[in-house]
């Protein structure tokens, strides 16, 4: 009998220390949950705020770009075949491949793309400098050969960095691909400004 009630005791004593044990591991589980809910709104915080950065710079670069040195009488002024695009929408271009190209880095930093590849970040700031630096070489300067130039080097800029953002982030080289074209559209409405 003695014996029974000393096992009813330890079962009944484990039972309580289990208990107290599942209730300690809860416990931690929740405040756990907490603390990585919180980590993930501090990451997704930052991660917003550097998206911000990454489309917001470019943008504003492109149009200060536009705002001092987009405007041409020769190109407004010249006569147009269908295929080189109006003035508004040469510089709207511009626009979408800055907001393309800044989305695509982004992209690729949020990847460590950057850290792992650091020509991918001279390649990405190749291209900004070479697109800013078109409209005052091309409108304000009125050398179109050099501004050719510009269009062959940033087309080649483009393509190396297309290369580079897909082996980190295949959508982010995917995204480079439409600023391509936009090159082309440039080189073209270049080209005519050179034979005019």
Not at 10 to 21: A, D, L, N, R
Not at 163 to 174: H, L, Q, T, W, Y
Request: net charge positive; proline share 4%; charged share 20%.
């Amino acid at each position: 009998m003695a014996s029974q009630e000393l096992k009813h005791r330890i079962t009944k004593g484990g039972q309580e220390e289990e208990k107290e044990v599942v209730q300690t591991a809860e416990h931690k589980d929740r405040e756990m949950d907490r603390s990585s809910k919180t980590t993930r709104r501090q990451k997704a915080k930052r991660g917003l705020k550097s998206l911000g950065i990454a489309l917001t710079l470019p943008l504003l670069l492109t149009l200060l770009d536009i705002s001092f040195f987009g405007s041409s009488y020769q190109y407004v002024s010249m006569e147009k075949p269908f295929w080189i695009p109006r003035l508004w929408a040469l510089h709207l271009a511009c626009l979408g491949s800055a907001f393309l190209m800044g989305l695509s880095a982004w992209l690729v930093w949020a990847d460590g793309g950057f850290h792992r590849q650091p020509m991918a970040m001279l390649l990405y700031l190749s291209q900004l400098g070479l697109s800013l630096a078109w409209d005052p070489v091309v409108f304000k300067v009125g050398a179109t050969k050099i501004g050719l130039v510009l269009c062959m080097a940033l087309f080649g800029v483009l393509i190396a960095c297309a290369r580079a953002f897909k082996s980190v982030n295949p959508i982010a080289g995917d995204l480079v691909k439409p600023c391509l074209g936009w090159a082309v559209l440039l080189s073209l409405a270049n080209l005519k400004l050179v034979y005019h």
